[in-house]
């Protein structure tokens, strides 16, 4: 199996967030890509089925799979343009999101993605003293979105990875805050899927670019993820769509071939 580790949301190795990008002949059992996102530890592997016209896409953390990912899609997207595909332009994958268009200019990719407008709610209890900081707002989606203060409220962050795993109603949480360089901010935890902390995350900015685009009053947006290893996203709300678009770079670190068994 052709494999290859891609730094999405990143113009140069080492940032971004890294993501597996398996290329399939067919495919294969999840309990194998399962027991292949394990063996990665990365975030989030993708694998990818090349069919007529567009591409099969599935995605899974080391604790299971998930219905969106949005880096390790856009590392999809830059293996098809780089290694298999290099004169198209739209590359289309359906996957259990619905349809996902990534639209390849020069060395920029832009993903067509679905929209989650978060309804305002209570925050689970506990959540305040796991992740260490005061919620201003808590929404929930697919993910649940809090809103700290300010980006150094964000930027220095030490919550509690147990206590939050324990939380059962919160699978990812988005802390967010008003930028100083940027629109806005944000870090990533998710460790009901094996994940303490995402780099950078596309699939939050569902989430993300919608809350902000309101409050802001703006539907062009620039988001900087405030994790160690970094990320900054351009954004754009589509909301007579339903849908949103989010832009960054991608770098290749590794190719290789994973030594597999034949599946019985």
């Given at each position: 199996m052709?494999?290859?580790?891609?730094?999405a949301?990143?113009?140069?190795?080492?940032?971004?967030?890294?993501?597996g990008?398996?290329?399939?002949?067919?495919?294969?059992?999840?309990?194998?890509?399962?027991?292949?996102?394990i063996?990665?530890?990365?975030s989030e592997?993708?694998?990818?089925?090349?069919?007529d016209?567009?591409?099969?896409?599935?995605?899974?953390?080391?604790?299971?799979?998930?219905?969106?990912?949005?880096?390790?899609?856009?590392?999809?997207?830059?293996?098809?343009?780089?290694?298999?595909?290099?004169?198209?332009?739209?590359?289309?994958?359906?996957?259990?999101?619905?349809?996902?268009?990534?639209?390849?200019?020069?060395?920029?990719?832009?993903?067509?993605?679905?929209?989650?407008?978060?309804?305002?709610?209570?925050?689970?209890?506990?959540?305040?003293?796991?992740?260490?900081v005061?919620?201003?707002?808590?929404?929930?989606?697919?993910?649940?979105?809090?809103?700290?203060?300010?980006?150094?409220?964000?930027?220095?962050?030490?919550p509690?990875?147990?206590?939050?795993?324990?939380?059962?109603?919160?699978?990812?949480?988005?802390?967010?805050?008003?930028?100083?360089?940027?629109?806005f901010?944000?870090?990533?935890?998710a460790?009901?899927?094996?994940i303490?902390?995402?780099?950078?995350?596309?699939?939050?900015?569902?989430?993300?670019?919608?809350?902000?685009?309101?409050?802001?009053?703006?539907?062009?947006?620039?988001?900087?993820?405030?994790?160690?290893?970094?990320?900054?996203?351009?954004?754009?709300?589509?909301?007579?769509?339903?849908?949103?678009?989010?832009?960054?770079?991608?770098?290749?670190?590794?190719?290789?071939?994973?030594q597999l068994?034949?599946?019985?």
């Amino acid at each position: 199996m052709k494999y290859y580790i891609v730094d999405a949301f990143s113009d140069k190795l080492f940032g971004g967030n890294q993501a597996g990008v398996c290329v399939l002949e067919h495919p294969v059992s999840a309990k194998l890509m399962q027991n292949i996102a394990i063996e990665n530890n990365f975030s989030e592997t993708a694998f990818l089925v090349r069919r007529d016209g567009y591409y099969d896409l599935r995605w899974f953390t080391p604790g299971g799979e998930i219905d969106f990912c949005g880096h390790a899609t856009l590392g999809s997207a830059y293996v098809v343009k780089t290694f298999l595909e290099p004169e198209i332009r739209d590359i289309q994958f359906r996957a259990m999101c619905g349809q996902l268009t990534v639209t390849c200019e020069n060395d920029l990719f832009t993903m067509n993605a679905p929209r989650w407008v978060p309804e305002e709610t209570v925050a689970p209890e506990g959540l305040r003293e796991a992740l260490g900081v005061e919620i201003l707002y808590c929404g929930k989606t697919r993910d649940t979105l809090i809103l700290a203060d300010n980006a150094k409220t964000v930027r220095d962050l030490k919550p509690d990875i147990g206590a939050l795993a324990r939380i059962t109603d919160v699978k990812c949480a988005i802390v967010t805050a008003p930028g100083e360089d940027s629109d806005f901010v944000c870090r990533v935890f998710a460790p009901a899927f094996g994940i303490d902390e995402d780099p950078v995350t596309g699939s939050a900015h569902s989430t993300l670019i919608p809350y902000w685009a309101e409050k802001l009053g703006k539907t062009d947006l620039i988001s900087h993820q405030l994790s160690g290893r970094g990320g900054v996203l351009t954004c754009r709300d589509l909301p007579a769509d339903g849908r949103v678009e989010m832009a960054g770079n991608a770098v290749c670190y590794l190719i290789g071939e994973l030594q597999l068994e034949e599946e019985e």
